[in-house]
């Protein structure tokens, strides 16, 4: 099996609206690869990845995760994957071990096998001396780092991110990307979206970029630049492509 | 099971570290059963058959003066004073009355003891043959003005408890021309026939009155304490609600909820760990202000709480009462968009609960109508439930009806937050 996610035709409508959130998306990643999902303010990139992480049902599609359907597979995909939301989900008044012991027991983990792996990743994101601390004391920078830490805790085949790298400086997007680097090379694969088109195009192996609910254009990026010409880079491509005027 | 302990312990250690949080659970319901129920003491000891206070003036100091008096002090309905007041004694017995420091005033006339005597004397006497007429020796035996009482009554004085306390003095006065009567005749069968009567001072009643209730329950009223105390108990054991809705709100805004959401299998470890942190929190509540009602209102001169001798059914009526507490907490928060709609919602609905329930006013003072409506509040089962096992001291089948109800509660808030989850997931 190479195929880490397969979409075949898939369609979101929210209830009460007309217009289509998603529409009629087919994409195929493969193992092992940092996916990234780029696209304007409502384009429907997050709704792709609720759907891609079992939040939202499809109105129609087909969405395969490792080979399994994840409609009929729910629970046993969950255990395969995690995900780092755009929020900081974690409790403020924890502790940041009491935060990720509490989510890796939720995950199953428990006794050594928890214990070192949180201090294993509290020590590669330079978080171990403030472990006792709560959560509410820390910057920006160490909440996204922890944020980041409770999604990867259980070390899941399949990662979702949703602007993981948002409001922090550039020391701390760079320990977070060099890391999900890392894990990609480990074999694990990752989606994640984000608006900060130099990161996309430094990391990502496959990129796709999203607009009104249908992928516009998909590829490498080095490939992008050369096919669309008179672009210098991603973003101008993406500019190209989804036009200059505001959304909402 | 390692779910449920984490999400348990994850949501101790969350509401030991809200401290305004603790001073709402526990400080509060204190400090409102210590207020409450020294606000409606006097209340409640209103209920209860008042004493009505009396001043008697026994110009006789004999049998019937004597017996009058004794009789009315024995009563439960009479609180007597009894002076021995002198010539301007009605006078003075008027102007007591006449104020209100008394409602009744009793002047026992001068001789009525030996007025009743010769009366009854004069009266047998009538009754035997002319040869006999002299057989006390008495001759000039003639009748003479009955004995009296003067009844002095305060004008706003109920009619009703007029009519009580003659009944009470024409039965007490009664039963002393029965035993002068016993005493003269006593004496005329020892002339006539030389029989010698036992016991005449021994004049037992000759028929049993019992006071029994025509409805199936007997009625306990309880007192300001019995009602209080667990009155408030369980008010505060509802108003969780507020920081367990909030909990779960918090916990969706926050992102927290959807991340679990993806976590295989965790809704239902994460739903009960929330119930199980809140009904310990219930129970802990719960004893603690049992406790003040047992050590620290009798401190205040209130009454003391009295729970019997059934902690088993205590503890289970209880725990009934956290877990439907904490199932209406759920169901708030499910169903709740914000904090804001969740506290006022939450606050309004445990006071309206808890109004119609019986908890502010108890459900015997209301009207037939509020009492059926009553009856379908959860606070109302609770309380019932509570006032079975202090005034009644009830069993387990008697509280079972009452732990059933709040049970059946706390499954369906469950139920309904299950489903409502599901529902709003899917669209």
Redesign the interface.
Known sequence: MSTAIHINSLTKRY?DTDTLAVDNINMEIPIGQMYGLLGPNGAGKTTTVSML???L?PTSGKIDILGKELSLN???I??L?G?V??????????TAI?NL???G????M?GNLLKERTNEFLKIFGLAEKSDQKISTYSGGMKRRINLI??ILHMPEVLFLDEPTVGIDVQSRTVIMEYLMKLQKEGMTIVYTSHHMEEAEKYCSQIAIIDQGSIIEHGVPDELVKKHTGCANLEEIFLKLTGRKLRD | M??F???T??DI??LL??RAGLVMLFGMPIALIIIMTLLQDSTFRALEEKKLPILIINHDQDTFGITIVEGLKSSKFFSVTEEFIDVEGISKLKEKVRSGEFQIGIVIKKNSSELLRNNIKFNIVNLLPPEDSLIFGDKSLSLMKNPGIDIYFDPITKNSFKQSITSALNQYSSGVEAKIMFEVYSALLKELLGLEMRNTSDFRNMVDMQTLFAGSDEEFVPNSVQHNVPAWTIFAMFFIVIPLAGNIIKERE???S?????????NM??ILGKVSTYFIVGMIQAVSMLAVGIFILPLLGLPQLEIGDNYLNLLLLTAAVSLAASGYGVVIGVMSTSQEQSSIFGSISVVILAAIGGIWVPVFMMSEFMQVVSSLSPLNWAIGGYYDIFLRNADLVEILPNMALLSGFFLICIAVSWYYRKIR???
Do not use: H, W
Not at chain 1, 85 to 94: S, T, W
């Open positions: 209830k992480c079992s939040l049902r729910l629970n046993e969950r255990k994957i995900v939301p755009q929020d900081i989900a974690l409790y403020d008044n924890l009491e012991n509490f989510f027991r939720m995950y199953g428990k409770t999604g | 390692s779910k302990v984490a999400s312990i994850k250690k969350l570290r809200d926050s992102g927290i959807t991340r679990l959401k993806i976590i295989a299998g965790s470890p994460v997931s899917e669209s």
